[in-house]
């Protein structure tokens, strides 16, 4: 079976993709209107001649995930968000900085909710920052931090777009590059990518929490609630994975949600309910 999309990891974390464009649009039409959309998309940002590159029939571009191969004792939680932003695949690192090139508010979050804290002091230089993220990064995969979990990141839609420019930005933004039926076709082997990432690195123990929309809806088992904005930001949607019931889904706002105190709470409500599953299992087993 000839396959749309294939991968190939070229460094720790950073990915690179093929999207056939002849075999995707045989499937589906409009090439045409893609190639016309192509031109804005990838003016879009001043980080896309770094990320993607044309040859032929094929679009190439880089992509990230942390999937650390290294195991403890902790259960597995894999972070799951919709797609990566240009600029973060740039510097090789997920949520690298923000606007003012700053620490991104993700990983401030993240720690106030108890979910990963590096304890790294965080510099004001901005290139300082940079080198701290690539320390942190490496952390990650050798399971260096403080947390109750054994954390894994992961994207469901891999090729990224940029963070701040409707419409080209998040998974609306590459939906609309490829028209509506086309993507179609690259969810259905994203999905399959997710599903491998998802069951290889949890195993027996862990669970997912979904950042965004798509994502979460992508892993969601037949019982479980579908994605709603207004619901998850008053409390964590709770659900089971697809692709194995007893793996524990929880649907929480997207990141740009989080500045927001209710969000936040969501979440810290999120990560502690997953310490109390994974604490009362093991009691069980023990």
Not at 61 to 74: A, M
Not at 101 to 111: D, S, T
Not at 203 to 217: C, E, L, M, P, S
Not at 261 to 280: I, P
Request: glycine fraction near 6%; include cysteine; hydrophobic fraction near 35%.
């Amino acid at each position: 079976m000839t396959t749309v999309l294939t991968r190939t990891q070229i460094d720790r974390g950073i990915e690179q993709f093929t999207i056939d464009l002849g075999e995707l649009y045989s499937k589906s039409e409009g090439r045409d209107s893609f190639e016309e959309r192509w031109i804005d998309f990838y003016k879009s940002d001043k980080d896309n001649p770094q990320i993607f590159k044309r040859s032929n029939n094929k679009l190439i571009y880089l992509s990230e995930s942390i999937i650390p191969r290294k195991t403890d004792s902790r259960p597995s939680l894999l972070l799951l968000f919709g797609n990566p932003a240009t600029h973060s695949v740039v510097s090789k690192m997920y949520f690298s900085y923000e606007a003012g090139l700053r620490e991104h508010r993700v990983w401030r979050i993240f720690r106030e909710v108890d979910l990963v804290n590096f304890e790294e002091p965080i510099p004001e230089n901005f290139k300082s920052l940079l080198e701290l993220n690539q320390i942190n990064k490496r952390k990650l995969y050798d399971l260096d931090y403080n947390s109750s979990f054994r954390i894994g990141f992961a994207v469901y839609i891999s090729m990224p777009s940029t963070a701040t420019k409707p419409p080209w930005s998040g998974v609306a933004g590459v939906r609309r590059l490829f028209g509506a039926n086309a993507f179609k076709i690259i969810e259905m082997e994203e999905q399959a990518r997710i599903k491998s990432i998802l069951l290889n690195f949890i195993q027996n123990r862990g669970g997912v929490i979904a950042f965004q929309k798509d994502a979460y809806n992508a892993v969601r088992g037949k019982n479980s609630p579908p994605y709603n904005l207004k619901y998850s930001l008053i409390s964590p949607l709770s659900g089971s994975c697809k692709f194995n019931n007893a793996i524990p889904l929880l649907g929480v706002p997207p990141t740009r949600f989080l500045l927001g105190k209710t969000a936040k709470e969501t979440l810290k409500k999120g990560v502690a309910l997953l310490k109390d599953s994974f604490q009362q299992s093991s009691t069980i087993i023990d």
